[in-house]
């Protein structure tokens, strides 16, 4: 839903991601230490579960994202169709599993919006045991992405939210990126011309679109730009990164904090004399912030304790040989530490930590090409959650760390 701020633009574009970090059914993941090959204190059993062929206008599935509320696992995507036509090629699809993940049935998706009907539904958060979703598609007079909102209904199905165009488009518009879930509702992060923009809510039927505010609003020469948010237990927070005037390919990071979604206020990051940028954030169950992003030619990680964010730790490179662009693509706090996502420029990679300061890359069977807006999730609930998209349909996987 847009280019990630500062991304390096990709060579290749497909629809469906290349993705691949679990084994088969009943594979060990264990992670390399680069020096004797000795396997990390994290292994997983991995079992793949399959999703069935979501009902209607039949072709490949595309998996993008998965959340667990109330004791329900939801996968979303889309189904890439096999007979597209000039003006349609992608239908919204979702899948749900009320036993840990174990077995998945198709959840009925109502769509009644022109762009609605052809979603790819990229992100999903819950607040409590309700679900709200957000997803896009690109076309129009300029190809831009097509911004829809989604709600479970009570009945059980997904239904697409209808929108004015200028709700996340029109003059202003940037671009649209990930939802997120809090006690207070859900924040939809993104960005408009003055700047960083969110949308929030307590009732998914409607977003409120917040832009042009004083803690937001680029001041002088700052070009602030913001990718993720989550909440922290009390406020909203909001990560990216942002560069003064002659210096854009220096970009600092940038925090900014809420109560209420609608008043904001920065908050500072430890900044290192390097182009840095952060792309994702999460509450660790023991009440800190963890954000992921890049810092140079690595990969960073800024915790947030008591005392406010600490420096960052780095880990992992980028490759040299690039053919996309290197950011995070998901990250999760769960029970057996962080587990981050991330694309190199030109793989992706699996990265475990048990307290955010230590990172290992976690071995994976295969290290596919980088290849349009990816990502892999892992939840955590009972057992982890992982999903992968090749580009010849999605897969989904139980994990039980050992």
Not at 340 to 362: I, K, V
């Amino acid at each position: 839903m847009g280019r990630r701020a500062g991304r390096r633009p990709a060579r290749s574009l497909r629809i469906a991601a290349a993705l691949v970090v679990a084994t088969s059914a009943g594979g060990v993941l264990v992670a390399c230490t680069g020096e004797d090959d000795a396997p990390s204190a994290l292994e997983v059993t991995w079992t793949e579960r399959s999703l069935p062929e979501h009902p209607g206008l039949p072709g490949r599935t595309v998996v993008r994202d998965a959340v667990e509320c109330g004791g329900t696992w939801y996968v979303v995507g889309a189904v890439a169709l096999d007979d597209p036509t000039e003006t349609r090629d992608t239908r919204p699809a979702a899948w749900a599993s009320r036993d840990g993940g174990l077995s998945f049935g198709s959840v009925d998706v109502k769509t009644t919006t022109y762009w609605g009907k052809r979603a790819i539904i990229n992100s999903i958060a819950c607040a409590g045991d309700r679900v709200a979703a957000v997803g896009a598609r690109s076309g129009g007079a300029h190809g831009n992405p097509r911004v829809t909102s989604f709600r479970l209904a009570s009945d059980g199905r997904l239904v697409d939210v209808p929108a004015l165009f200028t709700q996340y488009g029109g003059v202003s518009a940037t671009n649209v990126g990930p939802i997120s879930g809090g006690d207070a509702g859900w924040l939809i992060a993104g960005n408009r011309l003055s700047g960083p923009g969110v949308w929030v809510t307590d009732d998914p039927r409607a977003f409120t679109l917040v832009e042009g505010e004083p803690g937001l609003t680029d001041d002088g020469d700052l070009e602030s730009l913001a990718q993720a948010g989550a909440w922290d237990g009390s406020r909203w927070v909001l990560v990216g990164a942002g560069a003064r005037e002659g210096h854009q390919l220096d970009r600092d990071p940038l925090a900014w904090t809420s109560a209420d979604g609608l008043a904001w206020q920065p908050e500072p990051l430890p900044a290192e004399p390097e182009n840095e940028d952060v792309h994702r954030v999460v509450r660790l169950p023991e009440g800190d912030l963890l954000a992921v992003g890049i810092r140079g030619d690595t990969f960073a990680a800024w915790r947030r304790t008591e005392d406010g964010w600490q420096r960052s730790v780095r880990f992992g490179r980028q490759a040299d040989d690039w053919v996309g662009a290197a950011y995070v693509a998901s990250l999760v706090g769960t029970d057996a530490g962080v587990l981050a996502t991330l694309s190199d420029g030109a793989a992706y990679q699996l990265w475990h930590s048990g307290d955010g300061r230590d990172w290992e890359q976690l071995a994976v069977p295969t290290a596919p090409v980088v290849a349009g807006d990816h990502t892999l999730v892992v939840g955590t609930g009972g057992r982890l959650l992982l999903l992968a998209d090749e580009g010849d349909g999605g897969r989904v996987w139980t994990g039980e760390p050992g």
